[in-house]
């Protein structure tokens, strides 16, 4: 133990001592000064059962204290994510009890192009730790993890927490050796120009654990102490911009309504259809750069390439496939591949009604109100 908290103390202060930020946020038990001009937040908190505040009485854990401290600092705020646990006014998250890095990074794609942060805080590992997972390995996977969040979101600000403490032996048998690989990552990453921080939960101690892996919510004050110190170093730094739009209204033609995805579910295959304008984030779509429609973190979708007229129209992983093409044209959108538009068939006015590929006729079923393209992918 001493042998690999020495390690980490020199990584620590290796990673401190090179380049103009630092990559390293301690949690000191106090918030660090409030920058002069707090930028929005649009925060997702990422990770595992910690993230969702397991051990927390009001399960708010971490983030109820987090959002005190940045309101605090002048931040306007909006915590984001697809779950919503506490009794916070803002309880969105994105935290998943039980699981690993790579469970983490099978959902990231998504959850990044459905609400697109500004800021990404990630405390994850205690689960592949406490599995048996070697510290290399897993340091492995968490970097390929940053390197996804950075790509999919190349704007975000993303902080890196360190492993907090457990009583577990198997976790503990690795847990230093793991942290100690972090300082490097970070560095890295700050080398291909990526925003990402690390941030030290060294401060927590068994004493503010609730069990084996979950911190009491002295514990939870702390890493919310130590996340605060990143953001407002990353925003003193410049790196933080304002949260991008994720998405506006498309009106139909058809008086009242708007395109909509089907109950609002994101999975591949889910009918795109009109519904009554409501604001949901069902209906909220923006256009790239790359001619992609986009919704719920996926593409809208000719279904299975098809190009005749009735062809359903879906949402679907975002694929670059010439289905997924949609160029503004006549009032409405196009696909450019089968040069048919996107119609609502027969003009209905019935909520509900999958939408299709039709021969362009500028119909008010084939009208829809233009989006800005934006360059973000």
């Known amino acids: 133990m001493k042998k690999y908290a ?89 935290g998943h009890s039980g699981w690993h890095i790579g469970e983490i990074a099978g959902i990231a794609d998504s959850v990044l192009a459905r609400y697109r942060p500004n800021v990404v805080t990630l405390e994850i590992g205690t689960n592949d730790l406490n599995g048996g997972s070697q510290a290399d390995p897993a340091a492995e996977r968490l970097h390929a993890l940053i390197d996804q969040i950075t790509a999919d979101a190349p704007d975000a600000t993303v902080l890196v927490g360190t492993v907090i403490v457990s009583t ?27 925003h990402v921080r690390l941030v030290d939960m060294s401060a927590l101690t068994t004493a503010d654990l609730s069990d084996p892996f979950h911190p009491n919510d002295n514990g939870y004050s702390k890493m919310a102490d130590a996340f605060n110190a990143g953001v407002q170093a990353a925003d003193a730094a410049g790196w933080i911009k304002p949260p991008v739009s994720v998405g506006e209204p498309v009106h139909s033609g058809v008086a009242g ?29 923006s256009a790239r ?10 593409c809208l979708d000719a279904t299975g390439g098809g190009t ?48 299709v590929l039709w021969d362009c006729n500028g119909g008010a079923n084939q009208q829809w109100s233009a989006l800005p393209v934006s360059s973000a992918l």
């Not at 109950?263 to 949901?280: E, F, K, L, R, V």
């Not at 750069?289 to 996926?298: H, P, Q, V």
């Open 257 to 285: 309504k708007c395109l909509d995805v089907n109950g609002g579910n994101s999975a591949n295959g889910t009918a795109a259809q009109i519904w009554s304008c409501n604001g949901a984030d069902a209906q909220r779509w």
């Open 168 to 194: 577990s032996s198997t976790e503990e048998a690795t847990r230093p050796a793991f942290n100690a690989k972090l300082p490097g990552i970070v560095q890295a990453e700050q080398a291909a120009g990526k």
């Open 6 to 94: 020495a390690l980490l103390a020199v990584a620590l202060t290796a990673a401190i001592g090179t380049g103009t930020a630092l990559p390293a946020t301690a949690a000191t038990g106090t918030g660090s000064p409030a920058a002069a001009a707090p930028t929005a937040l649009r925060l997702m908190p990422l990770g595992d059962s910690i993230t969702w505040g397991i051990g927390s009485p009001s399960g708010n854990g971490y983030r109820g204290f987090l959002w005190n401290r940045l309101a605090n600092e002048g931040h306007a705020l909006d915590f984001v994510g697809s779950g919503r646990n506490g009794t916070m006014s803002d309880p969105d998250n994105e």
């Open 308 to 355: 005749a007229n009735g062809t359903k129209i879906e949402i679907w992983d975002c694929n670059g496939g010439s289905n997924q093409q949609w160029q503004a044209y006549n009032g409405g959108y196009r696909n450019p591949v089968s040069g048919r538009c996107l119609d609502d068939p027969g003009a209905s006015a019935t909520d509900g009604t999958q939408l």
């Open 289 to 298: 750069s790359d001619g992609t429609l986009r919704a719920l973190g996926k």
